[in-house]
T-cell receptor
Framework: DADVTQTPRNRITKTGKRIMLECSQT?????MYWYRQDPGLGLRLIYY???????NKGEISDGYSVSRQAQAKFSLSLESAIPNQTALYFC????????????????FGPGTRLTVL | GNSVTQMEGPVTLSEEAFLTINCTYT??????LFWYVQYPGEGLQLLLK?????DKGSNKGFEATYRKETTSFHLEKGSVQVSDSAVYFC??????????????FGKGTLLTVNP
């Protein structure tokens, strides 16, 4: 089931272009995240949002921006794409309601493969 | 800062072989620990988890025990199948709340199981 969806699934673009990756979720979660995956580097956090009015930089936010348009939507933008932003991008969600020492499990979308030429 | 180190792959095994993927961590206090699995062409899925020392997480025949004394969370399976071929990620989430609720991942280990 597609609780977390990402569009597009694949994108090829040119250096200098502005690109937007979109993420939607039907899980009702309040927290959303953007990661990038590079071979041999694992997943690195770009931005995260704990609610619609709370957006925070992750470890590699330079060159990226985000918009939390609604609780269910979290978009990632590359203002001027460069080749080293070629990667697999994942959106994830979690539910802060599972508090009191319980684990904030993250649920991942299928990913967007972005190639910048 | 927090970090996760897992054994480098790729790991190639024959069907029914025993699997161990090592994972050690560095964190303040006692984080929660996770193993995620990524099947080809898919996003990550939570495989198992443990929240405190000596907890054993298990799922689909995989197990991992939270070892505080060695700061480890090694993944094991007694008899792997071809369908277990995937990339496995070890991850931690620190305690403390607020902005600390972020996952830190290891670099991933590619497992290939041959028939």
């Amino acid at each position: 089931d597609a609780d977390v969806t990402q569009t597009p699934r694949n994108r090829i673009t040119k250096t200098g272009k502005r690109i937007m990756l979109e993420c939607s979720q039907t899980k009702g979660h309040d927290r959303m995240y953007w990661y990038r995956q590079d071979p041999g580097l694992g997943l690195r956090l770009i931005y995260y949002s704990f609610d619609v009015k709370d957006i925070n930089k992750g470890e590699i936010s330079d060159g990226y921006s985000v918009s939390r348009q609604a609780q269910a939507k979290f978009s990632l933008s590359l203002e001027s794409a460069i080749p080293n932003q070629t990667a697999l991008y994942f959106c994830a969600t979690s539910d802060s309601a599972r508090t009191g020492g319980r684990i904030h499990e993250q649920f991942f979308g299928p990913g967007t493969r972005l190639t910048v030429l | 800062g927090n970090s996760v180190t897992q054994m480098e792959g790729p790991v190639t095994l024959s069907e029914e072989a025993f699997l161990t993927i090592n994972c050690t961590y560095t964190a303040t206090g006692y984080p929660s620990l996770f193993w995620y699995v990524q099947y080809p062409g898919e996003g990550l899925q939570l495989l198992l988890k443990a929240t405190k020392a000596d907890d054993k997480g298990s799922n689909k025949g995989f197990e991992a025990t939270y070892r505080k004394e060695t700061t480890s969370f090694h993944l094991e399976k007694g008899s792997v199948q071809v369908s277990d071929s995937a990339v496995y990620f070890c991850a931690l989430m620190p305690r403390g709340g607020g902005s600390n609720y972020k996952l830190t991942f290891g670099k991933g280990t590619l497992l290939t199981v041959n028939p």
